[in-house]
C-alpha cells in the first residue's frame, strides 16, 4: 500500500509540473522542462528510499500493521527453515568426519596388507630363483647323505606349518640339539654405568627440587623423570623427598605409561605415607591400578584416602569420591 501511494503522488506531482510548464511554453524551453521534472523525481526517489520522508495515514493503520505481522511470520518460517538446514548440515558434517575416519583406518590396513604381501612375494621369488640354479642339483644329490644321518627333534629343516617330518621321530640319541644358546658362557654382561647428573650439585636440596620441577613447567618429561628420580636418590630423608616422589610417578602417567606410574606412586607410598602428597598420591595409586586390570586393588585405595587420610584436602577427597563414582567403585564393593 505505501508503494501505490507513493507512485500515486509521483504521478500527482508529474501532472502538475507539466500543465504549469506548459502554461510557459512560449517562454521555456520543453526539453529545459523535462530535465527538471527528471531531476525533481530524482530528488523525490532519494527522499522516499532514504526514509526522510513520513508518510501518516491514520485509516492504513491496520494495514500497516497486518503487513508488518505478515513480514514477521514469513521471517519466522525462514529463521525455522535455516535452523533446519544449519542441522541437516551439521549431522552431514559429523557423518562426513566418521566415514574419513574410516577410509584413513581402512587405508592404514591395506597399507600394512600390501607391504606384508611385497615381503611375502619377494621371498617367494628368492626361494623360486635360487631353486632353480645349478646349487639346486647339489641339493638332490646331497639328500642321501642328510637321510643316512640320524637327526634329532627339532634341529631338522624347517617344514611347513602343521607338518610332522620323519627326521624328528626316529632317533636314538638321549640329548637334544639347541641351536639358539649354544653355552651360558657365550652371554654377554654389560656393566651399569650412572648417568650423567642432571641437578647442580652447588644447590641446595631445596634449590635443586625447584631446578627439577622446571623441567615440568616446559613439558620435558624424560628429563624431569631422571632429576626427580636423582633427587630422591640424593635426599631421600629430605622433606621434599615424597614430593620429588609424587612428581616422578606424574611424568609416567603424563606419558601414559601407567604401569611404571602404579610402581613410582606404590614405591612413593610404601616410603613416605605421611608426605604432603601421601593423599594424591594414594589416589593416583588407585586410578593407575584400575587402568593397568586391577580394578579390585586400585578400587580399594581410591576409597582408603578419605579413611587413610581424614584430614586431607577437601579437593583431594572430593576427586577420591568422584574417581569411585567413575569406576563403579561403590557398586562393586556392595
Not at 627339532?154 to 626316529?170: A, F, H, R, V, W
Not at 652447588?202 to 633427587?231: C, H, I, M
Request: some cysteine; charged content about 25%.
Amino acid at each position: 500500500m505505501l508503494i501505490f501511494k507513493l507512485a500515486i503522488l509521483k504521478l500527482f506531482l508529474i501532472l502538475n509540473l507539466v500543465f504549469i510548464n506548459i502554461s510557459f511554453a512560449d517562454s521555456h524551453n520543453i526539453y529545459e522542462t523535462l530535465e527538471i521534472i527528471k531531476n525533481d523525481l530524482k530528488t523525490l526517489e532519494r527522499a522516499v528510499y532514504s526514509g526522510s520522508i513520513e508518510v501518516k495515514s491514520s485509516t492504513n493503520d491496520s494495514s500497516v500493521s497486518n503487513l508488518d505481522q505478515n513480514s514477521e511470520d514469513v521471517l519466522t518460517r525462514h529463521l525455522l527453515k535455516l535452523s533446519e538446514v544449519e542441522d541437516q548440515f551439521r549431522e552431514l558434517t559429523n557423518k562426513f568426519e566418521e566415514i574419513n575416519f574410516k577410509l584413513d583406518k581402512l587405508s592404514t590396513r591395506v597399507s600394512k596388507i600390501q607391504a606384508d604381501n611385497q615381503i611375502r612375494f619377494q621371498d617367494i621369488e628368492n626361494n623360486i630363483s635360487s631353486g632353480n640354479t645349478s646349487s639346486s642339483e647339489n641339493q638332490l644329490s646331497s639328500k642321501p647323505k642328510i637321510d643316512e644321518q640320524k637327526v634329532l627333534p627339532g634341529s631338522s629343516q624347517p617344514q611347513d606349518l602343521g607338518t610332522i617330518s620323519y627326521k624328528d621321530t626316529e632317533t636314538n640319541e638321549t640329548s637334544q640339539q639347541i641351536q639358539s644358546v649354544d653355552t651360558t658362557a657365550s652371554i654377554v654382561t654389560e656393566t651399569f654405568q650412572s648417568e650423567e647428573k642432571i641437578l647442580p650439585q652447588d644447590l641446595n636440596p631445596v634449590e635443586q627440587y625447584e631446578f627439577a620441577t622446571s623441567f615440568l613447567k616446559v613439558g620435558d618429561y624424560s628429563t624431569a623423570e631422571r632429576a626427580f628420580r636423582e633427587f630422591v636418590l640424593s635426599n631421600p630423608d629430605h622433606e621434599l623427598a615424597g614430593s620429588a616422589q609424587y612428581w616422578y610417578a606424574e611424568t609416567f602417567r603424563i606419558r601414559q605409561l601407567y604401569t611404571d606410574a602404579a610402581s613410582a606412586y606404590l614405591e612413593g607410598y610404601q616410603k613416605y605415607p605421611k608426605g604432603k602428597k601421601a593423599p594424591i598420591n594414594l589416589l593416583k595409586l588407585g586410578v593407575s591400578m584400575v587402568q593397568i586390570g586391577e580394578k579390585d586393588q586400585g578400587c580399594k585405595m581410591i576409597n582408603g584416602v578419605e579413611l587413610q587420610y581424614p584430614n586431607a584436602n577437601q579437593s583431594v577427597i572430593q576427586k577420591a569420591k568422584y574417581e569411585s563414582k567413575k569406576f563403579e567403585c561403590i557398586k562393586q564393593d556392595s
